[in-house]
Structures are given as C-alpha cells and as structure tokens.
C-alpha cells in the first residue's frame, strides 16, 4: 500500500505532469489531483472513450485486452491505464490518467 | 300394416316391448322402402323433420284388464318455443338412449337383447357398452316417453340424418305422400365413449388361474343379475353447481427494458466464465468459498455473495455497474481494494514508466543511438514535419535531409570527441552514498546494479544495493538496504536473476531481483569462511571442467581484504574454498628474504589484503590478482599456494585490473599511485604507463568496441584513452564537478554511452560523441601494433 503511495506521489510530482486521477469502473473518481470540475469531465469522457478502445481491441480478438492508452493532442498528452479486476471475480475497471505538457519534451518524435 | 303396427303398439305391455323393438326394427328396415302412410306421422322425405311440429302419435297402453295405462307425459316440449329445437336433439340424442333404456325399463329380461335391435341404428350413440343406463342422465327429465314409437322412429330417422341439411316443412300432397321415399342412411362417426380393450392373458401365465376365476365369477353374477333382488336399477343426476364469476385483478407487472450489445468479446467472457464455474463447482463445494477467498487479497466476507452473483452472470459492465451502483456501501470497500491490488500497482508503473520515456524519450533515444533531431522550438515544426516525411521518403526531403547532414557534418569536424551528459541514475535514497560498484546484468542490456558504500574506514555508514533500469531513471527498480556498505556488485551468467553482493564487513550475500524482497536468498553472514576484511571484489566466473567432463559451472569468486581470494559454491548455502591466500612478497631487491623479513617492518599479517581480480577472458584457470601491496599475481585455479608470475609495478594499492577484451595477451591496471599501466601477459614490466593525474584512480575499464579504448575513474576527471590516436593524452578529459568524486566507470555494451559514478550517490550516461571511427578496431593484435616488434620481447 505504501509502496503505490509513493509511486503515485512519484508520478504527481514529475515535471511536467500537471494532474492525475484514479477512477473507478463508474467513472467515479477515487483519487484526484485536478480541480473537480476537471476531474469530473476527464473522468467521464476518457471513461467513455476507453470502453470504446477496449472493446475494439477485444472485438478484433477476444483474447487480447487494451492495456494503455495514450493520447496525443497539440496542448497535452493523456495517458490512460485502464484495467479490470477479472481475477476477483469483480468486473471493474478503473483509469489512471495524467497529463502532461509536451512542450517540456525538447523534440516532438512521433 | 301400419295398421297392425299401430295395433301392435297398443298391445299389452309385457308383449309390447318386444313388438315395439321389431316393429321399430322393423319400421327402420322399411323406412327405406315403403312410405309410411301414417296419418299421425308426419311423412319422412329422409329429411330431418322437427318432431315438434308434427303431431304427437299418441302411444295408448292398456293392460291385461284393459284399463288405460297410458303414462301421462312429463315433458311438453312447447311448439312455439324457437329455441326448442335444441332440446329436441337433446331428446333425439336421448331418446335414442333411451330406446334403450325404455325397453330396459319394460322389461329386463331383453335387456341385452333389445339394444342390439335398437342399436343396429343406434350403435353409433350406444357404443359398445351394452348397459347405457348410467350414460342416460337424463332420461328421468325426459320422463317415460312412450307415446311415439314412430315418433321414435323420427327421432332415429332424425337423429341418422343430422348430417343433411334441414329443410322447411310444407304441406305435402297425397300424392307425395303416397310416392315412393328414398331414403339414404349412413353411418356418422363412432363417437367412443368409452372403451374397455380386452386383456388377454396366457393360460401358462401366473394370473391366468386368478383370471379365470374372476371371470367365472363374473358369468355368474350376470347370470344372477337379471332377476335378482339384489341388483336395483337406479338412475342417478349430477347436479352441476350453481356458476360463479370471480374477477381477480393481480397486480402491476413491472417490465424493464434492457439492451446489451453483444460483442464477441462478452461472448468470449461469458464462455468462459461458464468453463471458470463449471470447473469450480467441480470441486468440493466446502472449497469454492475458500477458493473465492483465496484468490482475492484483503477481502472481507461479504465480498463472497457479489462474487457468486457475479461470476455466473455473463460480464458485461452495465449488468455489473447495475448492481454494484445500488450498493452504495460498498463503493468505499471498493476504491481501497483498487488501491491496494496489485494490479493497480503494475498499472501506477507502467504509467511511470511511460512518463519517463516521455520526459526521456530524447536522451534515451540518443542512448540508444536512435536518430534524433535536435533543434530549437522554432525549429521543431520543421523537423516534425521533417521526420515525417523522411518516412515517406519523398525526394524533396532526402535533398533537404542532406544538407542538413552536410551542414552538421561541415559544423562537426573542428568538434572533438567529448562526453555528452545524457541523464543520471539518481534519487533521494542514493544521496548521499558512494557509488562503489556498477555491473550490468547479463540478460538484459537495460538492468544495472549499482553498489552504494564508502570506499575509507572512517565514513563507512549504511549502504545499499540498487537496481536501475533504463526505462526510469528516476526510481530504482529494486532497493536492497544493508548495514554496511556495499563494495561490489556482479550479475550471475547462469541465472540472471542473483544479484551477487559483498560488503564491507566481508559478508556476501546473494539477492533475487526477481522479486522485491530484500532478504538475500544467500547470506554468507554464518559462513565459517568469510572474508574478515572487506569483498573489494566480486564476479561469477564460468568455470569449465574439462578434464573431469563437467559441464560449466559457475562460481562465485571474491577477494578480501584478509589476503584470500575464495570461490563460493552454492549448494545448499554458499561453501567456500580458497583458491589463494595472498601472501606478502618482500621486495626484489632483498635477496635473503626471511632474514628480511626479521629486520624489515613488523608485519601484521603474512597476508597481503587483495583489492581485485581478474579472470583470463578465455583461459578461465588464469587469474590476476592486484594486491594492496602494488603486486600482480598471475595465478592459476589448480594451484592454491604459489603464484605461477608476479607482476611488479605499481607502488600503490592496485585497483582494479583489467584484460584487454580483444587482444588477449594484454591488460590494464589501475593503481592509487595516480597511474594506470599497461602490461603485456608475458612481460613483467608495464609496456605503457598513464601517469597524468596526481590522484588516485579508482577505476578502469576498457571498451568494448574498440581495443584501444578505454577509461580511466580517478578523483576529478574520467578520461578517455584512444591508444590509436595518442599514447600521451586522453582523447577525452571530463571533469567532475568540484567536491565530487568519480568512483567508478563502466561501459555501455550495445551503445556509446559510458557510466560513471560519482561519490554522491550519481550515476551519470554520458554519450561518447564524436569518437574517432576505425574500421578494425576489435583487433586481436592490437598491442602488437602498438607497442611495434619489442611487445614480445621479455625484459
């Protein structure tokens, strides 16, 4: 438990992240560092659009499942971890996003 | 004839039965034929006549004395009534039962035998039961109608011609009354009403004499049925109770909509959560519990019934999301066991992971000699666009791509060789620590091990073995904490996954990286054998058994400040051999050495404390060993008390020994007399000495793509050494930053990246830039070409 505290605080405090957020399969935030306007937003749209990601994969082969997802745009990156508690029985899913500046990366490789 | 069939039917009654039954018979016979002139009878056309309209034939009984006996009528069908004609088929039905029955009531002696006039006609209403009596309920409401045998015979006409169509009755002539009638008569369908199959048993069988008997005894009972006394006639009526209407009215049936999108992927998930139940329940039901339990981490009981909901249900989320969104109470539970799985944690570190190839992205590209654009933001657009293209490949872009080349070629050439700082392996827990050790692991090129201890007597405090990764440069994989400081660090060849670590207090200790434990799997800490002084060195060596036809093995080879070099085995727990106790060498110059020894300094110890080692690259028997005395022992597994050659040189403690990786026959040594010495195995003396720097180097290493380059760690600076270029100065001379100290120096294996460490606990990647390219630069015989024809020559 400590150990994913830290890590989360690890990546919180990172240059050039401006927030994160845990979010439940309901799209109910768990843990936020934005605002909650923000969070509740983000957290309603990626929710949406990572059910729509991993059904995709999943379509195209049911064995498969999404693990990451990045997105890209001119102003930020959102990053999205999406997953599902199967192994206990319980269908969750969960996000954890972050978003980060690109600007503070000195090239744009694609 | 009518008339006598008139006559007959007013006969007695004992007699008129049976005259009634044939003249009926015989009366249906004729209905065929003749025309039945009765005037009380309206004609027959073979059409179905309603007996109501017709006048009643009345049927006079008169007994022995002549008294008219003639039953009064209970029933008057009403003429006018419309709906009458129902009950009048009723009748037609009943009254053709009750042929029987009326005869049966007349007399029961022709019981059986009437009906089977009657029932030429009436087969199809009696059946084949021959006692009716019970079927006509009836027939008491009916009353005795005995007043119309031809009414009768209407009623059986009528009641054979249902199937034809009715007609309106007209006035008929004589004349048509007088023609001749034909009339058709067919047989309606059976209607069973009940039926009784014979059963037929064996003689031979087992029931048979049972069967028999029974059936004798029903002979007699019919026998002595008819006559007796003891047999009543009675007629029975069912009442039908009195209908009722009850409404009911339930209540609201509630009907949900719900729409689920099968996918194939909710297929595939119920399948096999179908195959998951099925092969659980295979099990013993007292375990499934325990296995819900189990499977989970940190759950509490009730968690079990939403299992066992859930997992039977096919997995979609909005079905999952339904239930759970209406258990408020537990979303709570919930978050915390997000928080606390272990998935969640791989998922916080992949995401860290990818953030740092975000940051990183740059340097680790340039580590990993991916071609990267550098530019100015401006300049950023360009290149993006620049980099798309150069996929795409177009002409344009190759033209513009290489002049750009051009440019940063023309720009290049007056740039020397230099150090680029990429980035550096550091965090809140190294801060601090000297980076004594570095090794990369043999398995995979991104893993590094770094060993955090203070090299004096005087500052040695806590230290620490760490695990770095490439993919995060911020946090180390894996923290190995110690008490004391660690000295050297090497990664296993067989088993990639130990972690070999020596301490300043002699102790080794073996970790598995594999997991985050930071209990040693081995600890030498209980060995007898241990070094007293601190593991200045440690390394897996592959040994080969060749004479003995073993295969390799590998062992694990330290040296210690107490003079001994040991080899460790692991075999349940780590046993220690000595390979060599280092013992102290008097000078050359003294020729008598035990009297030497007397006079010269008191020694504390026989044993000369080793500082480090070096197995032969390909003869693993061979071994250097440097000495805290200066002296570089060439000495052999097979031998553990002598030396097979002595290399003197350095004045210093030797540090670190290294053997040139391509050309075999020569090594590098390190010394704290500020000097590295180059030695060619069979001379005793250093062929090429590097004495640029009044400190004490710490650290060499060569390169490993070229044999003439190599690195040198000492206070201040790391320097870079090409001996094709120059045998004086280094081509490359980075300088710490002051108040730190580089301790150690390691080479990237794939790249051009070099490592160095520093004494704050830093390790940086640099990227050797601009280094002169030669094109055979894993020479074998480099050291002949250095060093010309007198390399073999011995002195």
Known sequence: MAEVEETLKRIQNHKGVIGTMVVNAEGIPIRTTLDNSTTVQYAGLLHQLTMKAKSTVRDIDPQNDLTFLRIRSKKHEVMVAPDTLLGLGLDYGWICAGATCPELCSTLNM | ?795
């Open chain 2, 1 to 795: 004839m009518s008339q006598s069939r008139r006559m007959s039917t007013t006969r007695r009654v004992s007699l008129s039965v049976s005259k009634v039954s044939i003249t009926r018979s015989k009366t249906s016979l004729n209905l065929s034929k003749t025309l039945l002139s009765r005037t009380t009878s309206g004609p027959t056309e073979g059409k179905e006549k309603m007996p109501l309209h017709r006048p009643k034939q009345q049927i006079q009984v008169f007994d022995a004395l002549g008294n008219d006996v003639t039953p009064r009528p209970l029933f008057h069908p009403d003429p006018h009534f419309p709906g009458s004609k129902k009950p009048s088929k009723l009748l037609v039905s009943q009254d053709v039962s009750l042929g029987s029955d009326f005869t049966g009531s007349y007399t029961m002696f022709q019981n059986t035998v009437n009906p089977s006039f009657v029932g030429q006609f009436t087969r199809s209403a009696l059946g084949s039961s021959t006692v009716s009596k019970s079927s006509a309920s009836t027939s008491e409401s009916m009353g005795e109608d005995l007043e119309e045998p031809s009414y009768r015979r209407e009623t059986i006409s009528s009641y054979i011609d249902l199937h034809l169509k009715k007609e309106v009755p007209k006035a008929l002539t004589k004349e048509e009354l007088d023609a001749k009638v034909d009339i058709y008569l067919s047989e309606t369908e059976t209607l069973w009403l009940f039926n009784l199959p014979t059963i037929m048993h064996s003689i031979e069988s087992e029931e048979a004499e049972k069967v028999t008997k029974r059936n004798a005894l029903y002979e007699n009972l019919c026998r002595n049925r008819a006559g007796n006394d003891l047999y009543v006639e009675r007629v029975m009526q069912t009442f039908n109770g009195a209908p009722k209407h009850k409404e009911v009215q339930c209540d609201k049936i509630l009907t949900e909509e719900k729409g689920i999108m099968s996918t194939t992927w909710a297929l595939y998930d119920s399948y096999n959560a179908l195959e998951a139940a099925t092969s659980e329940t295979k099990l013993s039901t007292g375990k499934t519990s325990s296995i819900h339990e189990g499977s989970r981490k940190d759950q509490g009981s009730r968690y079990l019934n939403t299992t066992d909901r859930t997992s039977e249900t096919s997995s979609t989320i909005d079905v999952e999301s339904v239930i759970l969104a209406k258990i408020h109470e537990e979303e709570e539970d919930h978050s915390e066991l997000i928080l606390k799985s272990e998935k969640f944690q791989q998922d916080l570190f992949f995401m860290e992971r990818v953030l740092m190839e975000n940051i990183f992205q740059p340097k680790l590209a340039a580590y990993r000699q991916l071609p990267i654009l550098e530019g100015k933001e401006e300049e950023e657009e360009e290149n993006y666009h620049q980099v798309k293209k150069v996929k795409k490949q177009t002409e344009d872009d190759e033209d513009t791509e290489a002049t750009e080349e051009e440019s940063m070629e023309a720009s290049e050439e007056p740039i020397p060789p230099n150090l680029e700082r990429l980035w550096s392996f550091s965090c809140d827990l190294t801060k601090g620590h000297n980076v004594s050790s570095m090794a990369w692991n043999k398995a995979n090129p991104d893993l590094l091990a770094v060993g955090y201890g203070q090299f004096g007597f005087r500052e040695q405090k806590r230290g620490l073995a760490c695990c770095w990764s490439l993919k995060n440069p911020v946090w180390p994989e894996r923290v190995y904490p110690s008490l004391y400081g660690v000295t050297s660090v090497d990664f296993s060849m067989a088993s990639p996954n130990l972690l070999a670590v020596g301490f300043y207090n002699g102790t080794i200790a073996i970790y598995n990286v594999q997991n985050n434990n930071s209990v040693p799997v081995l600890d030498s800490s209980e060995s007898i054998h241990k070094h007293i002084g601190p593991v200045w060195q440690i390394q897996w060596v592959e040994q080969d058994k060749g004479a003995a036809g073993e295969e390799k093995r590998e062992i694990l080879v330290t040296v210690g400040a107490d003079g001994r070099i040991s080899k460790w085995i692991i075999q349940k727990g780590l046993i220690c051999h000595d390979l060599m106790k280092l013992k102290r060498t008097t000078n050359e110059k003294q020729k008598k050495q035990n009297e030497r020894e007397k006079k010269g300094e008191a020694l504390i110890s026989r044993q000369a404390p080793g500082m480090c080692f070096a197995f032969h690259p390909r003869d693993t028997n061979i071994y250097l060993a440097g000495t805290e005395e200066g002296h570089i022992h060439k000495c052999s597994c097979s031998y553990n008390e002598q030396y097979l050659d002595t290399y003197k040189g350095h004045k210093g403690p030797v540090y670190r020994i290294a053997w040139n990786p391509f050309c075999y026959e020569a090594f590098l040594s390190c010394s704290a007399d500020w000097g590295v010495n180059l030695w060619q195995q069979d001379n005793f003396k250093p062929y090429l000495s590097f004495y640029t720097t009044t400190h004490v180097i710490y650290d060499i290493a060569w390169s490993p793509k070229s044999s003439y380059i190599f690195a040198a760690a000492n206070e201040h600076r790391v320097e870079i050494w090409d001996l094709q270029c120059s045998i004086l100065d280094p081509i490359i001379v980075n300088v710490a930053n002051p108040g730190v100290k580089f301790t150690t120096v390691l080479f990237a294996k794939n790249t051009d990246c070099i490592l160095i460490g520093d004494s704050e606990g830093q390790v940086i990647v640099y990227e050797l830039k601009n280094m002169p390219i030669y094109i055979d630069s894993g020479r074998e015989d480099a050291i002949d070409i250095l060093l010309g024809p007198e390399a073999h020559s011995v002195l």
